[in-house]
């Protein structure tokens, strides 16, 4: 699943002119990536993305 999120985020960020409903997954990805990240990995510590 984590995956999947990646997925999303990186076309959103690199095909951002090609997919429509990307700022609103960008948005909700951009805030639920980190969380689910350092629940997965608690080593890991994202830096803030905005």
Do not use: H
């Amino acid at each position: 699943m984590l995956q999947i999120y990646i997925l999303i985020w990186y076309l959103c960020i690199f095909e951002d002119k090609r997919l429509s409903k990307c700022q609103e997954w960008r948005r909700v990805i951009t805030s639920f990536l980190p969380i689910l990240v350092t629940k997965k990995y608690p080593a890991v510590n994202l830096p803030d993305i905005e």
